[in-house]
């Protein structure tokens, strides 16, 4: 079983930036494909972005492509999602999920983090 914790959430303002990290323990390797997803009350869970360990190829959803980058240290065992030009319909727990496959369907990642609250003001 791989364990996540997610970290570097809080409030900033619209046009700001944040740098959140998913750090990975366990069996990291045994599931490879790491993704970023965020939800919003009321909202479903929504992709933002995903990664292998062994890298190459990056997934970016709609709505953050051109303003987000995702990247693997596995020297550290983190994954770190770059959040740019942050718009008030950015606010959202974002949660980081380890699975087999990397894919923008949630429903394929099976390790979960508790999340960490993205708030920005307008």
Known sequence: QVQLVESGGGLVQAGGSLSLSCLASGRVRSQPAVGWFR??????REFVAAVSWSGGVALYGDSV????TISGDTAKNTVTLQLNS????DTAVYYCGAGLILTRSDRLYTSWGQGTQVTVSS
């Open 39 to 44: 939800q919003s009350p009321g909202k479903e």
């Open 86 to 89: 942050l718009r008030a319909e």
């Open 65 to 68: 492509k051109g303003r987000s």
